[in-house]
C-alpha cells in the first residue's frame, strides 16, 4: 500500500523557518515526478514546487528564492525547506506523486488531477 506521509509543519512567526518531510513507503518513486501543494482556507489547491528524478527544480513564483525543494532517495523522503516565511504561506501542505511523470515534472504543468499518491497534509501557520 503506498502511503506519503508529511510531517514538520506547525506555528512560526513571520520570517521564519520550517522544514517539511514527505516520507514515500509502499514504492520506491524512481521514474516519479514528486511534488509539494498547498491549501489555504477557502482557496484552491496550489503547487509549490516540483522535483524531477535528474534533480532539476521548479517553484511557483510566490515561493521562488524562499522555498527549497528536496529529495533523499536512500530514504525515500521528500523535503520543502521553507526560509522567510509570511503569513500568506500559512495552508495545509500537501506532498503528491505523479507516477512516470518524470520528464515533464515542472510545476506550471502539473495539476492536482494529474497526482496519482497524495499524502493527508500538515498544516503551516505564519503569525505576523
Known amino acids: 500500500q503506498v502511503q506519503l506521509q508529511e510531517s514538520g509543519g506547525g506555528s512560526v512567526q513571520g520570517g521564519g523557518s520550517l522544514r517539511l518531510s514527505c516520507e514515500v513507503s509502499?514504492?520506491?518513486?524512481?521514474?516519479?515526478?514528486m511534488s509539494w501543494w498547498r491549501q489555504a482556507p477557502g482557496k484552491q489547491r496550489e503547487g509549490v514546487a516540483a522535483?524531477?528524478?535528474?534533480?532539476?527544480?521548479s517553484y511557483a513564483d510566490s515561493v521562488k528564492g524562499r522555498f527549497t525543494i528536496s529529495q533523499d532517495a536512500t530514504k525515500n523522503t521528500l523535503y520543502l525547506q521553507m526560509n522567510s516565511l509570511k503569513p500568506e504561506d500559512t495552508a495545509m501542505y500537501y506532498c503528491?506523486?505523479?507516477?512516470?511523470?518524470?520528464?515533464?515534472?515542472?510545476?506550471?504543468?502539473?495539476?492536482?488531477?494529474?497526482?496519482?499518491?497524495w499524502g493527508k497534509g500538515t498544516l503551516v501557520t505564519i503569525a505576523s
Open positions: 503528491a506523486a505523479q507516477v512516470g511523470g518524470a520528464g515533464y515534472c515542472s510545476i506550471g504543468m502539473l495539476s492536482v488531477g494529474g497526482m496519482d499518491y
Open positions: 509502499g514504492y520506491t518513486y524512481s521514474s516519479d515526478c
Open positions: 522535483i524531477d528524478i535528474d534533480g532539476s527544480t
